[in-house]
């Protein structure tokens, strides 16, 4: 089926604003709670949020098979469970709805009150029920980096690393949308040159450049998801901050991999755009060498080009542009990490999340980690401020964007910015 909403020439009768992440080409999927505190799955054109439900309830997705409530809920993730087909009459018919010749909702003032909404009149909620979250660990450069540091530099890649898409389960139960402020977690660490742990505040917070992606009920348990098969089950992607405190991980991580380090917060992106939407923007990946074995393998561009960058804004300072990466620099691809996933059997629903993995790229100014920019603290970062950062202060916001941008158009997810507030002090 034609993914009609993706033409470039089409234009809406909703204003859209120059350099906009979210022209009529986009239309990715989110929830929302309005002003009359109704929550609805939306949409978004430019500046407006678009009521889904109300749509569906003045019978505008009349043709196409949903049951009636659809977008009536406060997740996604039946929408998504229904299926690609699915996914893209829903696009299509939303692009045609707000296509600029189409006078159907565009003359009814009636209708347009009720369905569009400014961004200040509602309130992003969590996309979808995260069931499971897994997170990966596919940027070559970034685990270079981490095993330079923390191991052996001539030997920084672990043996199983080029052949494996690296992951470990993480937790979806403290997974916040963006505009939620993040408590500096306490925990257990052993200070440098000591022999005993302490117990208090990490003093090492971090962020992680990510992305995730979103996924449709794919198999039965038992049953695994080929390679070539593995796009058909992504519904689309958001930006994910994967919170991290380092002290704590280099405490813990050993034998059995990141725990209290990395499950105290996990930021995302409302809005989830598409694969759909981001097809303009398929490119190939890095060379694979050495080849990965055959359930791994796969020809063509599936690799996305995503310029994201990343900056903190003291509270109260000027906001510091740390770095700018790109989703195309990973070394295993999404088909790859979704396909290995589920090579045991393993079974994924719908609204799973996996994360990227930290996303560096090969110089110093695009590494997605403050351990990586300043290399462990020891080249702090200076701040328009005056001040400077080894890692995250309290009070500080992280704010990461992403858009994808071509001759035609600019595909892009808003941002995910969370505040770092001092630990938590029960009352
Ligand atoms: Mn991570």
């Known amino acids: ?65 949903l049951t009636d409530d659809m977008f009536m809920q406060d997740t996604l993730n039946d929408f998504i469970s229904d299926g690609k087909k699915t996914w893209r009459l829903v696009r299509n018919r939303i692009a045609e709805i707000f296509d600029a010749e189409n006078p159907l ?39 270079t980096n981490v095993g330079k540091m923390f191991r052996d530099p001539e030997n920084a890649l672990l043996p199983n690393w ?7 389960h993480g937790r979806s139960s403290s997974i916040v949308p963006s505009g939620i402020p993040v408590h500096r977690p306490m ?13 208090g505040p990490s003093r090492l917070i971090d962020f992680e450049l990510e992305t ?29 901050n994967d919170w991290s405190a380092r002290d704590i991980q280099k405490w813990e991580y050993v034998p059995l991999g990141p725990f209290l380090a990395k499950n105290f917060a996990s930021s995302i992106s409302p809005w989830i755009v598409t694969l759909d939407a981001l097809e303009p923007f398929r490119v190939k990946g890095p060379k694979q060498d050495p080849t990965p074995l055959p359930y791994l393998q796969q020809k063509g561009k599936h690799a996305f080009d995503i310029h994201l960058e990343v900056s903190i804004e003291p ?15 990973m070394y295993w691809s999404m088909s790859q990490q979704l396909a290995h996933h589920t090579s045991n059997g393993c079974r994924v629903n719908s609204g799973d999340m996996m994360g990227s993995g930290t996303i560096s790229g090969p110089t110093p100014d695009s590494f997605g980690s403050m351990l990586e920019l300043t290399w462990g603290g020891k080249n702090p970062i200076q701040m328009k401020d005056g001040t400077e950062r080894k890692f995250i202060n309290d009070g500080d916001s992280v704010r990461i964007k992403g858009y994808c941008q071509n001759s035609d158009v600019r595909i892009g997810f808003g941002e995910v910015c969370s505040k770092l507030l001092p630990p938590f002090t029960r009352k």
Do not use: C
Not at 22 to 50: C, H, M, W
Not at 118 to 136: A, C, H, K, R, S
Not at 189 to 197: A, K, V
Not at 214 to 231: K, L, Q, R, S
């Open 187 to 199: 925990g257990q660490t052993l200070p440098n040159g000591e022999t005993t742990p302490v117990f």
């Open 315 to 329: 509270e109260n300072g000027e906001e510091t542009l740390v770095s700018k990466s790109n989703f195309k620099y």
């Open 105 to 143: 909702l565009r003359d009814n003032a009636k209708h347009r009150e009720i369905v569009i909404f400014t961004l200040d009149e509602i309130e992003m909620q969590l996309p979808v029920l995260i069931g499971d979250y897994t997170d990966f660990y596919s940027s070559k450069e970034h685990a």
């Open 162 to 168: 080029l052949h494996i898409p690296v992951g470990y």
């Open 1 to 65: 089926m034609p993914i009609t909403a993706n033409d470039p020439n089409r234009k809406s009768w909703l204003e859209v604003p120059n350099d906009s992440d979210f022209p009529i080409q986009n239309i990715p999927f989110g929830v929302f709670l309005t002003k009359d505190d109704v929550i609805t799955i939306g949409t978004r054109i430019g500046d407006s949020a678009i009521d889904l439900g109300a749509l569906q309830q003045m019978n505008y997705f009349e043709g196409i098979e």
């Open 212 to 240: 995730a992606f979103i996924t449709t009920d794919a198999n039965i348990m038992g049953e695994n998801i080929p390679v070539h098969e593995a796009e058909d089950y992504i519904f689309g992607m958001v930006l994910l």
